[in-house]
């Protein structure tokens, strides 16, 4: 059975950074697309950024939502099995539970119902 569980949130100030990791189990990460979503209090769950699964390219592919370009960045380690989000500059609207995602497809996308497993979700709280 895969899983995947989140790791890494808390409490930052403005202009602080976390790293988020999400660590997938049951199978191997190289045959996943992982998807990073939040959910802020009193907002629907938005999708933020991804890595896909496609190893015929170089680097694996991904994409971020406009509102973290720039400010976060999506690693992959297959061999730990983990992807991880590396946040910087966070502002008060960063604040929301962070939640991993997994689909056997290559490609990323935004469509929720499109990834089969989730994370319970971590706590991102960005606040002076």
């Known amino acids: 059975q895969v899983q995947v569980v989140e790791s890494g949130g808390g409490l930052v100030q403005p202009g602080g950074s976390l790293r988020l990791s999400c660590s997938l189990s049951g199978d191997t990460l190289n045959y996943w697309t992982i998807g990073w979503f939040r959910q802020a209090p009193g907002k629907e769950r938005e999708a933020v950024h991804c890595s896909t699964r496609d190893s015929k390219l170089a680097d694996y592919e991904d994409y971020a939502d406009d509102s973290v370009k720039g400010r976060f960045t999506i690693s992959r380690d297959n061999a730990k099995n983990t992807v991880d989000l590396q946040m910087n500059s966070l502002n008060p609207e960063d604040t929301a539970v962070y939640y991993c995602?997994?689909?056997?497809?290559?490609?990323?996308?935004?469509?929720?119902?499109?990834?089969?497993?989730w994370g319970q979700g971590t706590q991102v709280t960005v606040s002076a």
């Open positions: 995602a997994a689909r056997r497809p290559s490609m990323c996308t935004t469509q929720q119902d499109l990834y089969r497993y």
